[in-house]
């Protein structure tokens, strides 16, 4: 008496078993709701360094595509290039080492709102007796 389990072929073999032409899309979806969570989160992330809090304006957006230089002043008068802490005396002259390197796009002054008028004025002032033309404020 023969008989046949479950799963064989019914051709002698031991049961073979044909590929599935399904592709499980559960991993994939995984893998790409982590990919978003970790870039909403990394954005934010991605601004100038220094924590300034700008005032509000109603002027229009400057869109560039090139690495803007910023200058950021904080609300207790210290200076930042970037995210380097820079003496008054020694802007200008690391300004123009930049200016050197090849750097003619605009310079952005960043000022937080806690700063004095005074502290921003003489920064900005600086930047434009030093020869940098294309100066911009920035505001939220």
Do not use: C, W
Not at 6 to 17: A, K, L, V
Request: charged share 20%; no cysteine; aromatic share 6%.
């Amino acid at each position: 008496m023969a008989m046949q389990l479950q799963g064989g072929s019914g051709r002698g073999g031991r049961g073979r078993h044909r590929p599935l032409a399904e592709i499980n899309v559960t991993p994939l979806v995984d893998v790409m709701l982590v990919l978003l969570i970790i870039f909403m989160v990394a954005a934010p992330l991605l601004t100038a360094g220094v924590e300034v809090d700008l005032p509000d304006t109603d002027a229009q957006e400057i869109s560039e595509i090139v690495e803007p230089l910023s200058v950021s002043i904080t609300a207790d008068g210290t200076i930042f290039v970037q995210e380097t802490e820079i003496a008054y005396d020694n802007l200008v002259p690391h300004l123009q080492a930049v200016a050197d390197a090849g750097y003619d796009q605009r310079i952005y002054i960043r000022g937080d709102k806690g700063a004095t008028y005074d502290d921003v004025a003489k920064v900005f002032g600086r930047i434009n007796s030093a020869g940098f033309t294309r100066l911009a404020l920035v505001t939220d």
